[in-house]
């Protein structure tokens, strides 16, 4: 939906930002004004990944090659001569594409869902102290993390290992076919598992672990530290796209970085939820955490930041779960969102609500969703409020681990498509953390995020644009003692299940 947020291009403010942003499903661009406004009309291509009931889970990186290329071209033709000062790129995480000595690319690109590497993971596990990797690194032994992945690929496709010069996630595989030059972004490399949470480098012991060489891997930039464009593409982008003559390039992002920003959530004083297919709960960070609780990431993202929390695989897609499982459709909006909102009741079902596996807090990538308490009298509304319990008691496990390490934080902005489509989880989140709940009615929060980050070092001195959020859900204090039993049971089912 369109606001006053919005703006055409005559009312922008320079520098121009161009961001882009590679999800799951799409890719999208925009363009951005220095106090952080869209500016004219959004561009989107659609695409899926190809998988596969052997865990297969990829898609290939020309393809996306060429979204972008497609998307850089709508965006500057609508800008009507107006220069860009700097191109931002943002794409899903733990991705992988191995390329060889000409940049050719000898594998798709792995996506972060790919779980071929299972055998690789018990391997490492057994191999590794996993809680000394977690504290080195901020990450765990997990498929979507390189160690497995690329133990995987020596296992499986000795022959690319072999012919492999450089390995690359994708967002810098689309960097190196825009511009020639081979650069990662800090976030962008934390999240391939290999990268010391407290040097912001490659971690040496584990790149030998994991059978590469270090000089394989792309430099690592931080968020103020521009790409410079390859002498070989110089001239080919002033030919096809005039309007980025000059302009700075960043090393790519993140989505999850990209999404907290462009929430609000840019500090310590506030945590992000990201309320999707899949969600995440996160706080950035300046001062990085000695020791980590057991059941978070913690990413560097910059010199002087990280990101810390946990995921959940399962909200927009568990929900989705319920409305087929359950016909909604035949107990009518009305009665849901009134089972939604009404006084919580013990005969509520307890839900774990792990359809593809668990990550945060308890990392059990095979646990399955478990329904406890439901009866020959539990209605569908009932079992629906209790999938949606179970998704707020997801983050709330999430939450009670970020306070450990990170305790400032006093504001909660929630943002994504289960945020606007099913707002009832708002107030169930709120009074199952404990802490309020503001919804920010943002599209494209991931591509304003990435925009807001280049903005800092392109117009460090220009105030941003405050999106649209709506009323803050405080959460109801009479409803807590309710909420500690549930999650006290959820713990107890949990613990006999998958502990």
Not at 47 to 68: M, N, R, Y
Not at 156 to 183: C, H, N, Q
Not at 451 to 474: I, K, N
Request: proline share 6%; hydrophobic share 40%; charged share 20%.
């Amino acid at each position: 939906m369109a606001s006053n947020f919005d703006i055409e291009l005559k009312d922008a403010v320079a520098p121009l930002v161009l961001a882009i942003d590679v999800g799951s499903s799409a890719s999208r661009g925009m363009v951005y004004d220095a106090h952080g406004r869209p500016v004219g009309r959004r561009a989107k291509v659609s695409h899926a990944f190809t998988t596969a009931a052997d865990g297969t889970s990829e898609i290939d990186p020309d393809q996306l090659v060429g979204e972008v290329r497609t998307i850089i071209g709508e965006l500057l033709g609508a800008l009507d001569g107006h220069e860009v000062a700097g191109v931002a790129l943002d794409t899903f995480a733990s991705s992988l594409v191995v390329v060889d000595a000409d940049g050719a690319p000898l594998t798709p690109c792995f996506t972060y869902a790919d779980g071929r590497c299972a055998g690789q993971v018990r391997e490492l596990r057994e191999e590794l102290s996993e809680e000394n990797l977690q504290q080195r690194t901020g990450t765990r032994v997990h498929s979507s993390y390189w160690p497995a992945r690329l133990r995987w690929l020596a296992a499986e496709r000795p022959k690319v290992m072999k012919k492999a010069a450089t390995f690359l996630s994708l967002g810098d595989y689309l960097l190196m076919s825009l511009i020639g030059t081979v650069a990662t972004g800090t976030s962008t490399a934390s999240w391939t598992g290999l990268v010391d949470r407290h040097t912001a480098q490659w971690y040496p012991e584990l790149v030998e672990i994991c059978g590469i060489d270090a000089d394989r891997l792309p430099p690592i930039h931080h968020l103020d530290e521009p790409v410079e464009v390859a002498d070989s593409h110089v001239d080919r982008i002033a030919a096809d796209w005039p309007g980025l003559v000059g302009a700075r390039w960043y090393a790519p992002i993140t989505d999850g970085l990209a999404a907290n920003v462009g929430l609000g959530a840019h500090d310590e004083t506030a945590i992000a939820a990201s309320c999707a297919t899949s969600g995440a709960l996160r706080v950035l960070v300046r001062e990085m955490p000695e020791t980590l609780p057991p059941g978070l990431w913690c990413y560097r993202v910059s010199h002087d930041r990280a990101l810390l929390g946990g995921a959940l695989n399962d909200v927009g897609r568990a929900l989705a779960w319920a409305d087929v499982t359950l016909a909604v459709d035949q107990v009518g909006p009305e009665a849901l969102s009134s089972a939604l909102t009404a006084e919580p009741h013990p005969t509520t079902p307890i839900v774990l609500p792990f359809f593809t596996g668990e990550r945060s807090t308890g990392w059990a990538s095979d646990a399955r969703a478990v329904l406890a308490g439901v009866t020959a009298a539990s209605a569908p509304a009932e079992v629906y409020r209790g999938v949606v319990e179970g998704i707020a008691l997801s983050y709330a496990r999430i939450a009670s681990q970020l306070r450990e390490v990170a305790p400032q934080p006093e504001k909660l902005y929630a943002g994504g498509s289960v945020a606007s489509d099913r707002p009832e989880l708002m107030q169930i989140m709120a009074d199952a953390m404990r802490t309020p709940v503001t919804p920010v009615r943002i599209k494209r929060s991931t591509l304003h995020g990435t925009a807001l980050l280049a903005l800092e070092s392109l117009a460090p001195d220009v105030r941003r644009a405050r999106p649209h959020r709506g009323a803050t859900l405080s959460p109801d204090y009479a409803r807590r003692p309710y909420y500690t039993d549930r999650f006290r049971r959820f713990q107890q089912v949990y613990e006999a299940l998958f502990d």
